[in-house]
């Protein structure tokens, strides 16, 4: 199986119900789990023009999931069954 890295893109500040509809999508794709992520405070962006800090709202990338799918088409589906706030993001980990 191939690892599929999931950037959830929307923060709100999570209400019970937010919680609740993720510990179920959690539950939900238990087996597939490679690491449960964590979310994300705000952040900073590092170019060579310089440093800023990035606002940690609707547009942030708010945390991560890495799955195991036998497929891109497979972990969309997967990542279409989530709670997001905004979006999900998919990259295919690469072997190296």
């Known amino acids: 199986m191939k690892k599929f890295v999931f950037l959830s893109v929307g923060y709100q500040t999570p209400t ?23 979310p994300f405070g705000p952040g900073m962006e590092i170019t060579k023009d310089g440093v800023r800090q990035l606002p940690h709202d609707r547009a942030a990338i708010a945390g991560y999931t890495i799955i195991k799918a036998e ?20 990259y295919e980990a690469m072997s190296m």
């Not at 509809?21 to 789990?33: G, V």
Request: hydrophobic letters at 45%.
């Open 71 to 90: 497929s891109m088409e497979e972990a969309v589906k997967i990542a279409k069954s989530c709670p997001i706030i905004t979006g999900m993001r998919v």
């Open 16 to 38: 019970k119900e937010i919680g609740d509809a993720w510990m179920k999508w959690f539950a939900s794709i238990k087996d597939r789990i490679v690491d449960g992520g964590s």
